[in-house]
């Protein structure tokens, strides 16, 4: 089977948006609707465009698959993805978020349960929620939920107060589930992950994560990218130590590194020789260019779409796999409808057992599902099908699929 994220078929729906105020282009994309809903973040960037929405809202299609459990409550949900251009350091963003929000809403109460993405931090949309009368940003899904949405909100609101070490665990699970898939894919390579090197790009919420939690499994984080250039330290960087200088655009301060960490352009991420490279900021990071320069042994996309096709087919060829987006770091969106759902409680002790063993399993059967010089991506969708259908199969009376696409 071969796929990428442009296959012919249409999405479901595609709506633009022009702010009449700033000029600001917004859009949504409901890729596919699975009992009336699609599920999926909201970013906001310059130069955000819909063909970049658009991707992103068939991977979380995927990504809704995949992550399917017999016997589970959650029963995956269709795929969506918005995205708003403009510039998130603006001092007119919230008041554009929240007109994208108003002209949605009617979307916003039937069809699109939303979260965070680049850009747009999840504190804003509650808040913007509420201002515009939703009890939540996944109001749409809420009449799916087994023992009502009342059960659902504080189950919500329980997780969203749970901390581990003083950071907030919904920041925190993206990045250990992308930290984990590393640790799955160097083991299925031969090597151990304790010792092992990793570098990182992008330091907000999923690479900051990311970098934490390969830092506890013995990793060496030797280089992070962040906005501002490239932090290198071949010894190993001191990744706790960073977090705590870190402002919330996840930019580093220079005034406290230590005295042998290096200072290098930024674009020097991509060709540092590692173990482990995790673009974890922007999307299509790695074009053919960089694939060209990737010295690494695996690719680890903690964000989304972050390899372009063609790209990713060259370092397949050159036998250096790459994890996609939709196994790396499904586990946001995982344990946001694990919760809400009930399957796991809100605590740290709940969410990393299940977070590890969803998707190092994952991680696993797709290379076990992958020849050489094939793509994991393409065992990966293989997966996600399989799922998809095993999901409907198991619909609960009276929810059946709307649509499918």
Request: hydrophobic share 45%; aromatic share 6%; net charge negative.
């Amino acid at each position: 089977m071969t796929a990428n994220l442009r296959e012919s078929r249409p999405p479901y729906l595609s709506v633009t948006w022009t702010d009449a105020e700033s000029g600001a282009r917004g859009y949504l994309v409901i890729d596919t609707l699975i009992r009336g809903i699609a599920g999926g973040g909201l970013r906001m960037r310059p130069g955000c465009t819909l063909q970049e929405v658009s991707d992103l809202a068939r991977a979380m299609t995927y990504k809704e698959s995949i992550a399917f459990q017999d016997g589970a409550r959650y029963l995956p949900l269709g795929g969506a993805k918005g995205g708003i251009d403009f510039d998130p350091q603006d001092p007119r963003a919230r008041e554009v978020l929240r007109r994208y929000l108003e002209a949605m809403l009617p979307l916003l109460h039937e069809r699109w349960a939303v979260g965070e993405d680049l850009g747009v931090l999840q504190s804003e949309l509650d808040a913007l929620a509420a201002e515009l009368g939703l009890r939540s940003t996944v109001d749409a899904a809420l009449r799916h939920v087994p023992d009502g949405a009342q059960a659902a909100l504080q189950r919500l609101s329980a997780g969203f107060a749970a901390t581990e070490r003083g950071v907030e665990l919904r920041d925190l699970v993206g990045g250990y589930g992308v930290a984990r898939a590393a640790v799955a894919g160097l083991r299925a390579l031969g090597r151990d992950p304790d010792g092992a090197t990793a570098v990182v790009q992008g330091f907000g919420s999923m690479g900051g994560a990311t970098a934490r939690y390969l830092a506890d499994a013995g990793v060496r984080v030797i280089a992070i990218a962040d906005a501002d250039g490239l932090v290198h330290n071949e010894r190993g960087l001191d990744v706790e130590h960073l977090l705590r200088t870190r402002d919330r655009w996840g930019r580093v301060d220079r005034s406290a590194l230590d005295a042998d960490d290096d200072r290098l352009p930024r674009e020097r991420w991509v060709a540092l020789e590692a173990d482990v490279l995790v673009p974890a900021a922007t999307s299509y990071a790695i074009d053919d260019a960089a694939a060209a320069s990737i010295r690494a042994a695996l690719v680890v996309e903690g964000a989304n779409v972050a390899t372009l096709p063609g790209a990713e087919a060259s370092l397949a060829a050159r036998g250096i796999p790459v994890v996609p987006d939709f196994i790396a770091n499904l586990a946001t969106n995982a344990w946001w409808w694990w919760i809400v759902f009930g399957d796991i409680e809100p605590t740290p002790e709940a969410a990393f057992p299940r977070i590890d063993e969803t998707i190092g399993g994952l991680v696993l059967e797709a290379f076990r599902r992958t020849a050489p010089g094939e793509r994991l991506r393409d065992a990966g969708l293989m997966m996600a099908a399989e799922r998809a259908r095993a999901a409907a199969s198991a619909e609960r009376p009276g929810l059946a699929i709307a649509a499918s696409r």
